[in-house]
């Protein structure tokens, strides 16, 4: 099949994946619509399904894909639930709609592509006749954007069988041009591991009172100013890690001046580089330091009604070097300042660091050269969150790299409005995969 007809086929493909809406909600319960996208799954790739042997658990999917003999040594996987789409959208986030060589809509990038090419992937080769060496399993959860139960809860039962994997390869980093400022060049960023994230809750209490005669440092008042102080300060601990020194010395080569020179020796420069990433983008400070946002918040009912409680909810992302206790130690330094509470919602599940160095990862590599010629790679530490941190209970190389290549204003589009994959990105996307599939199992 030549690749415009091949493109215009998986364009399609995906848009109808696109169409099928499967937003994800805290505390799902009705999960008729993911079972509904299963039904999809099925009609699109019905050599998969075929082929697999299918286990679901609450609107999740784990498929294992017999090998010619016993053993296993890959896991593919990614998501199919969603965030919601609000806002003002050039092209409706649940049409699927392709037009400007992109296809368009909530999870095009995050994580319906990825999810699609995967499959696409595994469809080709089982329709071809091809017998993996040994079991390939597939893994698609329907709560990664909220809960990450699924994947927890596949990773347990593969871990009470003792089923362990050379490599698992989740979502994760893209195909990026100057992936940090200075860097010119195009980098495939291969996560190597991501932060610990932990929702927490910080309170602040007062008698209340009425609004037409407030005292001074009323709750909200006393939340403000701590969430200032968190805003106007570094109070977490900056580390440059390995993984973040071998970032940088494949980054140098296409940096220049002082910025190449400093970059080339990151080990050396450590004391230099703790001040300087947070100065190159928000991204590249998170990598070293752990990082606090604020998210929600709720004061009283009445307009004219000073609150006995008020609180503002944040998502830390929490350092491999400082964790969650030494993290939680420099965040209540602060708010003991200001007579605020804190709790901890949910402590989230830490992932290791894979080895850069690993036969996993090389053979991640191996695949990018392989089929996106002229592209570097580097390993880096994700500052987001995915699935795969589960999966270090059965795996020691769990990799997190998506086979595409977007543009930064499709990068701040994950999450955001007008998500969007070009068309050129599909089929190299498929023919990864394949790679992968054929190098690993």
């Keep these: 099949?030549?690749?415009?007809?091949?493109?215009?086929?998986?364009?399609?493909?995906?848009?109808?994946?696109?169409?099928?809406?499967?937003v994800s909600k805290e505390e799902e319960t009705d999960l008729a619509r993911f079972y509904g996208f299963h039904d999809l799954m099925r009609e699109?790739?019905?050599?998969?399904?075929?082929?697999?042997?299918?286990l679901e658990h609450e609107g999740s999917l784990l498929m294992r894909w017999p090998g010619k003999q016993a053993g296993q040594k890959l896991l593919l996987m990614n998501h199919h639930d969603v965030v919601e789409a609000?806002?003002?959208?050039?092209?409706?986030?649940?049409?699927?709609?392709?037009?400007?060589?992109?296809?368009?809509g909530r999870g095009a990038i995050d994580d319906k592509g990825e999810l699609w090419a995967m499959l696409q992937a595994a469809e080709e080769l089982a329709a071809e006749?091809?017998?993996?060496?040994?079991?390939?399993?597939?893994?698609?959860?329907?709560?990664?954007?909220?809960?990450?139960?699924?994947?927890?809860?596949?990773?347990?039962?593969?871990?009470?069988?003792?089923?362990?994997?050379?490599?698992?390869?989740?979502?994760?980093?893209?195909?990026?041009?100057?992936?940090?400022?200075?860097?010119?060049?195009?980098?495939?960023?291969i996560g190597v591991g991501e932060k610990g994230?932990?929702?927490?809750?910080?309170?602040a209490r007062s008698a209340g009172g009425h609004a037409s005669?407030?005292?001074?440092?009323?709750?909200?008042?006393?939340?403000?100013?701590?969430?200032?102080?968190?805003d106007r300060n570094q109070i977490f601990r900056a580390e440059v890690p390995e993984v973040i020194c071998e970032m940088l010395r494949r980054l140098a080569p296409t940096m220049e001046g002082l910025q190449a020179k400093i970059m080339a020796q990151p080990e050396r420069c450590r004391p230099v580089?703790?001040?300087?990433?947070?100065?190159?983008?928000?991204?590249?400070?998170?990598?070293?330091?752990?990082?606090?946002?604020?998210?929600?918040?709720?004061?009283?009912?009445?307009?004219?009604?000073?609150?006995?409680?008020?609180?503002v909810i944040g998502n830390l992302r929490y350092s491999h070097h400082e964790g969650l206790e030494g993290s939680l130690k420099a965040i209540r330094r602060v708010a003991r300042r200001y007579d605020i509470e804190v709790d901890v919602l949910d402590p989230g599940y830490p992932s290791t660091i894979t080895d850069f160095r690993s036969e996993g990862f090389r053979a991640v590599e191996q695949a990018v050269r392989a089929v996106f010629p002229g592209v570097r790679t580097s390993p880096y530490i994700m500052t987001g969150g995915s699935d795969s941190r589960f999966m270090s209970r059965v795996s020691d190389c769990c990799i997190r790299f998506a086979p595409f290549k977007i543009s930064a204003e499709q990068l701040a589009s994950i999450h955001g409005l007008n998500e969007s994959v070009d068309l050129a990105c599909l089929a190299p996307a498929v023919d990864f995969y394949k790679y992968v599939i054929k190098a690993v199992s």
């Design 86 to 104: 609000a806002g003002s959208w050039e092209h409706p986030p649940f049409r699927g709609e392709i037009a400007e060589g992109k296809v368009w």
């Design 129 to 189: 006749g091809f017998v993996p060496e040994f079991d390939v399993w597939l893994e698609t959860a329907c709560n990664e954007e909220t809960s990450g139960k699924g994947a927890d809860w596949f990773s347990r039962y593969l871990q009470e069988r003792g089923i362990r994997f050379d490599l698992v390869l989740d979502e994760g980093g893209m195909i990026l041009d100057e992936p940090i400022g200075g860097a010119k060049g195009t980098f495939a960023m």
């Design 273 to 311: 580089l703790k001040r300087v990433m947070p100065a190159l983008s928000p991204m590249a400070g998170a990598m070293v330091s752990s990082t606090l946002a604020f998210t929600m918040a709720h004061g009283s009912e009445g307009y004219n009604v000073l609150p006995e409680e008020a609180y």
């Design 44 to 54: 699109l790739f019905p050599h998969v399904f075929g082929t697999c042997e299918v």
């Design 1 to 22: 099949m030549d690749t415009e007809k091949r493109t215009a086929e998986y364009a399609e493909r995906l848009s109808r994946m696109i169409r099928f809406e499967t």
């Design 197 to 203: 994230t932990a929702d927490l809750r910080f309170t």
């Design 213 to 230: 005669a407030p005292g001074k440092d009323t709750p909200l008042v006393r939340l403000g100013k701590f969430m200032a102080a968190i």
